[in-house]
């Protein structure tokens, strides 16, 4: 085979793109195999890194679906120091290293606190491998610390540089004149890749390349409003694209405007403005921005209608605002004022929903990357079961599990005089899963709060009988999923709503939690009686929110118990009745639904006979499932779930059992099982075995009592009442 020599690059330019989360603050540069070694270089080298300014990073090979783009993949802390952002172009070329005899580092904020000489030699251990310049910024990250960051302010000897564990690290205090707050980049938002995309074509594009557009011959983007349930990251995601585009970014919460003093808001609101003008590029975010501008046909304030006005005439341009752009958020946009949201003020409304379970578990890895984490935590799982979080939750999450960890830990910790932990008696310092287990059950999901939310643990196996119910709901949850491009490319839609009724104690509300196990789906559970309000109005304002709230927090399963109390039939004689308008507004939310993958809306009922007709068509309810009383098979399947739970004697006849409760529901069946433990319980303490409580034997003569009591009991059919 003919060899050929193929003479090294000395340098070669790359498009910037972000770092995986993993590579965060390790001072990696990701670059196609291909490129590596057209510079002679392979992975381990030190490539040098040319933007606006220069830095090095240790080159690494990109993953597959990164190879053949031109790229190279950076931490925001690799692009800090180079002074570039994400889609501008580097050069690289491979750079020898020196190993550093000594680095000085400063810190970026007058705040942080210099590490003592103790902690240098687990600084030094930390940045063992990392290639640095004079001037590179770094990050440290101490137990019990969030990550601090500092300037590499001296170095020997000169050039690029690798800290060993030989290298001696010195501090000095910070220098106040160029105090400056760490930068949040890209790799600090998880689970908005979609909504990322979207912002950054409105707002990074006319800020870096204004000429583009006028080379199109249109306007660029003025504005972007973002709305979305709190904590879901709007403002964080405004904080970086501005440290992003490196832009001067000012930030103006809706309730430090409003002033006293006639016109002394609009003035406020004219300086900010003025003072993006002056720094442009600039970024303007009204944070809260429904509290700045709301509704003026619903305000009473004179001083609010001002300011609307006010904001309106200054994003109309009437004066060129230069390259500004400006950013709203709010939670609640139906209560901005319709003037501001249309095309030239805010051109574009982006929502920022609830995190699905992929970008759960990018939050959960940004989150817990400086944690030192057990082997046993899976994040995975807890992506899995965290259904309805937001990052704000997920960031709770992990500081609570740190806390639960900081707990369990602290009985095997002592202070010394300079008040340094040590670690005695075997203790280390890991945040284990049982820690996030027990964060788990304290920290409750943002978007749901309000309403009455679970995840089961029960599944289809705890629910006796009912066999051709539980092969139906599985297909009509699952398949729907699996097939999206049947249901999204033609005119058919998922199924909206099940319809479970029959008797009572026959298993409706239990099979709901089950297909809420069995499916890891969020369950929702409205009350119906909590919904009604004797103000006008209030009641369909409640069921709207119930159902925007499932839409924010899918895949979810929204269930109605008792859903006959809010869907009466509507009659002449109660026309203007509360119940009317209910059923009004559940018929235009259940309609909405269309499309809508992910949200199932399950309602029970054991009188349809009192349900609105219109209610039961296909369209709204399309499946309609009838609870049957459980035949001797159900009964005896029941009867096998309750008694693999129960200590019971061999003598115990599960047969003759399920042939005495002919007739008998689920739920009657249950409270069998209950009388016969109590009556067992009973007899064991009268024999004197209160210390061996959980050996007590549930026997034949148990199980025959407890009928012949559930027996007598049991509700009578009522005669029908006689008609006057």
Known sequence: MKKTNVKAKKHVSLRVTEAFIDDVGKGFARVDAEELQSLGAVPGDVLKISGRGSTVARAAQNTPEYVGQNLIQIDGITRDNAKVSVDEWVTIEKVPSKPAESILLSPMESSTIIPKESEIPHIRQMLAGRHVVIGDKIQIVLFGTRPQYFFVDGASPR?????????????????????????????????????????????????????????????????????????????????????????????????????????????????????????????????????LAPRRAQVIGDVEKRVVAQLLALMDGLVSRGEVVIIGATNMPEHVDPALRRPGRFDREITIGVPNQAGRLQILKIHSRKMPLAEDVDLDRLAEITHGYVGADIAALCKEAGMAALRRILPGVKFEVDHKPVLTQGATIQVTGED??????????????????????????????????KRNLKSIVELPSRSHAIFSDSRLGPPKGILFSGPSGTGKTLMV????????????????????????????????????????????????????????????????????????????????LHGSLGVIVIAATNRVDLMEPALLRAGRFDFIMEFPLPDRDDRLEILQTYLDTMPINSEVDVNALADASEGWTGADIEALCKRAVMLAL????????????????????????????????MPKPMAPKQMH
């Not at 790799?187 to 800020?207: F, N, Q």
């Not at 006293?260 to 808001?265: I, Q, T």
């Not at 409205?526 to 109005?537: I, R």
Request: hydrophobic share 40%; charged share 30%; net charge negative.
């Open 436 to 469: 996030f287990l027990t964060a788990f059950k304290a920290v409750e999901p943002t978007s749901t709060r309000e309403f009455m939310s679970e995840r089961s643990r029960l599944s289809f196996s705890d629910v006796g009988g009912l066999k051709e119910i």
């Open 513 to 592: 939690k089950a297909l809420s196990g069995e499916t890891g789906m969020t369950l929702i559970v409205v009350d119906p009686p909590s919904l009604m309000s004797k103000w006008v109005g209030e009641t369909e304002k409640g069921l709207r929110e119930v159902f925007k709230r499932a839409k924010q927090a899918s895949p979810c399963i929204l269930f109605f118990d008792e859903i006959e109390t809010i869907a009466a039939a509507r009659t002449a004689e109660y026309s203007s009745d509360v119940s009317q308008r209910v059923v009004s507004q559940l018929f235009r939310e259940l309609d909405e």
């Open 682 to 713: 009973e007899e064991c303490l009268r024999a004197g075995k209160e210390a061996d409580l959980t050996n007590c034997l549930v026997t034949a003569e148990h199980f025959e009592e407890a009928t012949a009591q559930h027996s007598v009991s």
């Open 159 to 291: 050039g690029a540089l690798r800290i060993t564990h030989n290298t001696a690290i010195s501090f000095k205090p910070a220098d106040v004149s160029q105090d400056r707050a760490a930068r949040i980049s890209y790799e600090d938002i998880g689970g908005l890749e979609d909504e990322l995309s979207h912002v950054r074509e409105m707002i990074e594009l006319p800020l870096k390349f204004p000429d583009l557009f006028t080379v199109l011959g249109i306007d660029p983007p003025q504005g972007v409003l973002l709305s979305g349930p709190p904590g879901t990251g709007k403002t964080l995601l405004a904080r970086t694209i501005s440290n992003e585009v490196r832009a001067h970014f000012i930030h103006v919460n809706g309730p430090e405007i409003i002033h006293k003093f006639y016109g002394e808001s609009e003035a406020k609101l004219r300086d900010v403005f003025e003072e993006a003008r002056r720094n442009a590029p600039s970024i303007i975010f009204l944070d809260e921005i429904d509290a």
